[in-house]
């Protein structure tokens, strides 16, 4: 058969003016693309059929995507870009996408929406007029705000900050040991054995020092109605500090408790997110935390709570049935863990009181009590995870707003 012969005009004009605007659109999303991929683009464009919109697709996602868990993002933003791309109509034909791209659109679609509905996503002076504006004041008062009170796009921008998060790896001494120059203890069997060597006439000391791992950290996570304000940003958060650290256990509770940390584990925070809201079929509904420790304690504690994991409890402390098995779950949790660590937005207001029943029979059964209702209180979480608290300092401690 013989085969069309296109002529490849080199990526000028229009052209190479949506391959800017569709970088800048994968960068707004979340994917990397630098310029010298937009150079790699522009060459690439020139030896492919232009009119064809498979092999554009293809040709771009092999220059842009590098990660596995991007190639669903770039799909969406090349349909959605390219399709509202009027100036561009003439480079595409009916030729359908490839199969993946026909999928149903992912979770993180919405942030694909978000970031081509900008205006200025076309004209780069304007997006650095935008950035500019955002000034040190400005991100002063994003930092202080109550995560109850943000705008819609005062969220968009903390769930940026809250991805960049990082906690150290706070080393906790294990009981084992590893061959250390410094170590305290002496390894008596290397050392004899380097001395058969030289018959004993010189003798190198060999030493022990304590293997140093850093500390589990299993966070339980109320998401009931009252909590529904705060919860997902407290999943972005622990995805942050899960992709860094993967000694992390997340569990979610309200009426009963669920296992997230699998899904938790997505690279995409959206496709996390989503995974784990599909998982809970009690989702911003009541809460009965007494019922859920009790089931973490007889199923998940002896598991997930070994090398002295540190527990980051997340929730009000509303319970509907506050009884003496609350507080006996609690001591119990307590005492199965290294350090628990107590986080409630009620501690955002100034004159805050502990007047609950649910709360007066938690409070006592906690080492840290800390708010956790704005990005200065998650920064100074991570400081404080990041400096240990001795195994027997047990007097509560109670972080202010």
């Not at 994991?309 to 009884?323: N, Y």
């Not at 628990?340 to 007066?360: H, M, S, T, V, Y």
Request: glycine share 6%.
């Amino acid at each position: 058969m013989p085969s069309a012969i296109n002529h490849l005009a080199p990526p000028t004009g229009l052209m190479a003016d949506n391959v800017v605007g569709f970088a800048r659109a994968l960068r707004a999303t979340g994917i990397p693309v630098g310029p010298g991929a937009v150079i790699d683009a522009m060459n690439a464009l020139q030896l492919i059929e232009i009119g064809n919109r498979a092999e554009v697709y293809t040709t771009l996602e092999a220059v842009f995507v590098k990660r596995h868990e991007h190639m669903l993002i770039f799909a969406q933003a090349f349909d959605l870009f390219f399709r509202a791309a009027e100036d561009w109509k003439h480079m595409l034909d009916s030729v359908p996408l490839p199969d993946q791209a026909k999928k149903k659109p992912p979770p993180a679609s919405r942030r694909v929406q978000e970031a081509l509905s900008q205006p200025s996503m076309r004209d780069e002076p304007q997006v650095q007029e935008q950035d500019l504006r955002l000034s040190v004041s400005d991100k002063e008062v994003l930092q202080k705000k109550d995560f109850a009170q943000m705008t819609a796009a005062e969220i968009a921008e903390a769930t940026r900050a809250i991805d960049l998060m990082r906690l150290p790896q706070a080393e906790l001494e294990t009981r084992r040991y590893q061959p250390d120059r410094r170590g305290l203890k002496l390894d008596m069997r290397r050392t004899l054995r380097g001395s058969l060597r030289t018959g004993g006439d010189i003798i190198d000391i060999y030493r022990l020092g304590r293997i140093e791992k850093p500390a589990p950290i299993v966070a339980l996570l109320d998401i009931s109605g009252s909590m529904s304000e705060y919860t997902r940003l407290f999943l972005h958060f622990l995805h942050a500090i899960t992709d860094a650290r993967k000694r992390v256990s997340v569990f979610l509770f309200g009426t009963r408790l669920t296992n997230v940390t699998r899904a938790l584990r997505e690279r995409d925070p959206d496709e996390a997110l989503a995974s784990c809201s599909a998982s809970v079929e009690d989702w911003a509904g009541g809460t009965r935390i007494a019922t859920s420790l009790h089931t973490f304690n007889k199923l998940w504690a002896r598991r997930v709570l070994g090398q002295g994991a540190i527990v980051l409890l997340i929730s009000d402390g509303l319970e509907r049935e506050a009884d003496d098995k609350l507080a006996f779950e609690m001591d119990r949790l307590h005492r199965s863990c290294r350090r628990l660590i107590w986080l409630n937005p009620l501690l955002r207001f100034g004159g805050f009181e502990p007047k609950a029943q649910g709360i007066k029979m938690m409070l006592p059964h906690v080492d840290e009590f800390r708010p956790v209702h704005n990005l200065s209180s998650m920064q100074a979480l991570i400081k404080a995870l990041s400096s240990p608290i001795p195994p027997h300092h047990r007097s509560l401690i109670r972080s202010a707003a």
